[in-house]
């Protein structure tokens, strides 16, 4: 039998319409800046689904674009003009960043307050401590997901694969939070027997950036599969697992793409909303 569809287009279009209402009842107009540096495809059609997402859903979308030769410096007072302007709420710079622009020294240079991707160090360091603060788009989205699907996280052992501060580290921290309550075992490039670990799971997430990563072999039947990966092939779209394989064993799993995806662009509405209304007590 295969795996019920986790539908993350769906879910997310519930997200945007929660934004909506919320940025209607307000009586300001919260403001999204996007920084883009070159001219790489992928990012270009990123950023522009995100400032359509914000434009859809009432949030003010200020744009920049730099060219790839911009010196460090110079985006560094992009940065600070940013913080200093009351109309933008958020500040998003889309990454990776070309060669030649240290995207640390960037991220950790935006307000906190602003931090929308909730990718600086002050951010991280709350999720560390279970305190309240902007959270990383992708976990976020991921968690609404199960929440929307009514799949129970209490009590379950889930196994993440890949360890990175965008999904993998902060999905731990928020899986393994009071109140969540789950088992959580963190795999990873160095694993010696990765199937051994993942067939545990009853949630797995495949977060490592390696496309046919996860395969039947590695999923225990009828668990739940959430697939972040997303990888640019001659057929498409792929992403971490091995979809027409692993639908056939798992309960559940999300698709690449439609999947996690469409989650992550609809958690930053709700961070940029936040963030605004944080901002304004």
Known sequence: MSARILDGKLVASRVKEE???????LDYIPGLATVLVGDDPASHSYVRGKRRDAEQVGIRSIHHELSHTVAQSALDALIDELNADEEVDGILVQLPLPDGLDAETIIERINPAKDVDGLHPHNLGLLALSRRGLRPCTPSGIMRILDEYDIAVSGVKVVVVGRSFLVGRPLALILSEKGVDATVTMAHSRTRDLAAETTEADILVAAAGSPGLITAEHVKPGATVIDVG???????LVGDVDFESVVEIAG??????????????????????????????
Do not use: Y
């Open 19 to 25: 934004v909506a209402t919320a940025v209607a009842g």
């Open 230 to 236: 997303v990888s640019r092939t001659d057929g498409g």
């Open 252 to 281: 559940a799993i999300t698709p690449v793409p439609g999947g996690v995806g469409p989650m992550t662009r609809a958690m930053l509405l709700v961070n940029t909303l936040r963030a605004a209304e944080a901002r304004r007590i």
